[in-house]
T-cell receptor, first 111, second 116 residues
C-alpha cells in the first residue's frame, strides 16, 4: 500500500521557535505528497504539495517541506511558530484516486 | 463563495435512525469523495464518484449509500445508525478523474455525527 507515517503524534513548541513535523512515505517510483492542516472543529486546508517540480516546496502561512528521496521523507517546517499554528497536521499521499492519510500530528504552541 | 459545503454541520441522532448528509461543490470539479474521520482523528476514504459514477467503494458497511444526482452533489445516506458510526464525515472534490496525479483535493467543513 502507498502509505505515509507521521512519526510524532504530538509536538509542542514555544511561540517564535522552529516547527518540525515529520512524515515518511513508503518507497515508490514517484509519490504525490501533501500536507493538510485542520484547526479545531474545522475542515482540512491544503498547506502545500509535492509535484516533483522542486524538492523544496513552499506553502501558505510560512510553511515549507523538503522532499528527500534518499530518506523517503517529506518533513514540514516553519522557522517561527505562531499561536495560530496550533492545529492538527496531516501528511497524505495519493493512492489511486484517493488520499491515504497519516495519523496526524497535533501541534501545540505555548506562549 | 463557499467551495465545498456540507449540511448539516452537526447531527445528533438515536441508534437505528436513518440520516443523510449533503455535499455540494461549486468548483466545477468532476470527482467527489467521502472521507470518515474517527475519534482518533484518522482519516479514511469511503467513496468516490466521478461524473456521477462510483469509482471508489472501500470496505464500508452497506448501510452507507452514496448518491450523486449530478456532478456537483454527492450525498451520503446512512441506514440503521450504530454507535460506531459516530465520527466526522468530510466531503471533498478534485478537478478530474485520477487526474492530475498531483491535483489537490478540496475539503468541506465536515459533518459531526453523534449517534446516541
Amino acid at each position: 500500500a502507498q502509505s505515509v507515517t507521521q512519526l510524532d503524534s504530538h509536538v509542542s513548541v514555544s511561540e517564535g521557535t522552529p516547527v518540525l513535523l515529520r512524515c515518511n512515505y513508503s518507497s515508490s517510483y514517484s509519490p504525490s505528497l501533501f500536507w493538510y492542516v485542520q484547526h479545531p472543529n474545522k475542515g482540512l486546508q491544503l498547506l502545500l504539495k509535492y509535484t516533483s517540480a522542486a524538492t523544496l516546496v513552499k506553502g501558505i502561512n510560512g510553511f515549507e517541506a523538503e522532499f528527500k528521496k534518499s530518506e523517503t521523507s517529506f518533513h514540514l517546517t516553519k522557522p517561527s511558530a505562531h499561536m495560530s499554528d496550533a492545529a492538527e497536521y496531516f501528511c497524505a499521499r495519493r493512492g489511486g484516486y484517493a488520499l491515504n492519510f497519516g495519523k496526524g500530528t497535533s501541534l501545540l504552541v505555548t506562549p | 463563495d463557499t467551495a465545498v459545503s456540507q449540511t448539516p454541520k452537526y447531527l445528533v441522532t438515536q441508534m437505528g435512525n436513518d440520516k443523510s448528509i449533503k455535499c455540494e461543490q461549486n468548483l466545477g470539479h468532476d470527482t467527489m469523495y467521502w472521507y470518515k474521520q474517527d475519534s482518533k482523528k484518522f482519516l479514511k476514504i469511503m467513496f468516490s464518484y466521478n461524473n456521477k459514477e462510483l469509482i471508489i467503494n472501500e470496505t464500508v458497511p452497506n448501510r452507507f449509500s452514496p448518491k450523486s444526482p449530478d456532478k456537483a452533489h454527492l450525498n451520503l445516506h446512512i441506514n440503521s445508525l450504530e454507535l460506531g458510526d459516530s465520527a466526522v464525515y468530510f466531503c471533498a472534490s478534485s478537478p478530474s478523474e485520477g487526474g492530475g496525479f498531483f491535483e489537490t483535493q478540496y475539503f468541506g467543513p465536515g459533518t459531526r455525527l453523534l449517534v446516541l
